[in-house]
Nanobody, 122 residues
Framework: QVQLVESGGGLVQAGGSLRLSCAASGRTFSNYNMGWSRQALGRSREFVPA????????PYADSVKGRFSISRDSAKNTLYLQMNSLKPEDTAAYYCVADPRVSGLMKTPAYWGQGTQVTVSS
């Protein structure tokens, strides 16, 4: 089992930045592909930055390319999502996800955090 706990969400004005953190516990952090998924009210889930267990970036939504970046600190078992130039349409619940397979991560991740809300005001 892997437990994922997100933090860092909140309210920010358009153009601002936020950094989300995901603390992982349980099985070996470095063995899992990890990423972030978001879902806004009335919209389908969208896969935002993710990375393989080896550190390679996995392709993600065009809507956030150039603004969002992902990183991980294996010593701290923590995954980060840096979000810059935020837009009102980035408003959503953001979930940290993990899966031993890339295909699983992209479709139905095995492990989910509880989510953290990001609200971007115009």
């Amino acid at each position: 089992q892997v437990q994922l706990v997100e933090s860092g969400g909140g309210l920010v004005q358009a153009g601002g930045s936020l950094r989300l953190s995901c603390a992982a516990s349980g099985r070996t952090f470095s063995n899992y592909n990890m990423g972030w998924s978001r879902q806004a009210l009335g919209r389908s889930r969208e896969f935002v930055p993710a990375m393989t267990w080896s550190g390679a970036t996995i392709p993600y939504a065009d809507s956030v390319k150039g603004r969002f970046s992902i990183s991980r600190d294996s010593a701290k078992n923590t995954l980060y999502l840096q979000m810059n130039s935020l837009k009102p349409e980035d408003t959503a619940a953001y979930y940290c996800v993990a899966d031993p397979r890339v295909s699983g991560l992209m479709k139905t991740p095995a492990y989910w955090g509880q989510g953290t809300q990001v609200t971007v005001s115009s």
